[in-house]
């Protein structure tokens, strides 16, 4: 079995920062990309920022320059370094990774459980 947690989230005020940790255990022999997803209410879920093996990084047009994705490989984590919070990014996020369980398996897409962020004054 394969888990991922997220934490961090909760309840800022605009301009405001947050971090967001997601730690992946269990059965893992490999981790390919890491994302992190976040879903307003009424809307669809949406790629907020993705980080691959070798490091290199993707982001939304609309946290560029304000989030900063980052990984540890030792430690199975990917955290979302969260500046200059503005309303519009409230949402669920959620922690995606591909993972390969095992030699004998290919790789899946696994999900966290959501962290909520709100912010407002």
């Known amino acids: 079995q394969v888990h991922l947690v997220e934490s961090g989230g909760g309840l800022v005020q605009p301009g405001g920062s947050l971090r967001l940790s997601c730690a992946a255990s269990g059965s893992i022999v490999s981790i390919d990309s890491m994302d992190w997803y976040r879903q307003a209410p009424g809307k669809p879920r949406e790629l907020v920022a993705r980080i691959t093996t070798v490091d290199s990084t993707i982001y939304a047009d609309s946290v560029k320059g304000r989030f900063t994705i980052a990984r540890d490989n030792d430690k199975n984590t990917v955290t979302l370094q969260m500046n200059s919070l503005k309303p519009e990014d409230t949402a669920v996020y959620y922690c995606?990774?591909?993972?390969?369980?095992?030699?004998?398996?290919?790789?899946?897409?696994?999900w966290g459980q959501g962290t909520q962020v709100t912010v407002s004054s």
């Open positions: 995606h990774a591909d993972i390969r369980p095992d030699y004998s398996r290919p790789y899946y897409a696994y």
